[in-house]
């Protein structure tokens, strides 16, 4: 089976920051697109930012130059470097990715974390 496992969150005031991590294991032939989203209570669940397995990113415009993606190939690993946290960034921040299977990778699946709360104070 696969697993992907979040680290990193917490309380954080205004303006500092915070990295958040997520590796993925199990049956993984290889890790296509690796994504964050984030979801505030009584909000739906919105995309943060992605990152191809090439290293291209894209990011939502509300943290267009405070967070940066990136990712380690070699050990199936995402990250998520927050800075000038504000209070709107309070979420649950989730960790996806589109991964191959199969003895030739010719199965894609869909896997999430389990969730990490960041939690930014005025």
């Known amino acids: 089976q696969v697993q992907l496992v979040e680290s990193g969150g917490g309380l954080v005031q205004a303006g500092g920051s915070l990295r958040l991590s997520c590796a993925a294991s199990g049956d993984i032939f290889s890790v296509k697109t690796m994504d964050w989203y984030r979801q505030a209570p009584g909000k739906q669940r919105d995309l943060v930012a992605d990152?191809?397995?090439?290293?291209?990113?894209n990011y939502v415009d509300s943290v267009k130059g405070r967070f940066t993606i990136s990712r380690d190939n070699a050990k199936n690993t995402v990250y998520l470097q927050m800075n000038s946290l504000k209070p709107e960034d309070t979420a649950v921040y989730y960790c996806?990715?589109?991964?191959?299977?199969?003895?030739?990778?010719?199965?894609?699946?869909?896997?999430w974390g389990q969730g990490t709360q960041v939690t930014v104070s005025s």
């Open positions: 996806h990715a589109i991964i191959s299977r199969g003895s030739r990778g010719q199965y894609d699946y869909s896997f």
């Open positions: 990152i191809t397995s090439g290293g291209v990113t």
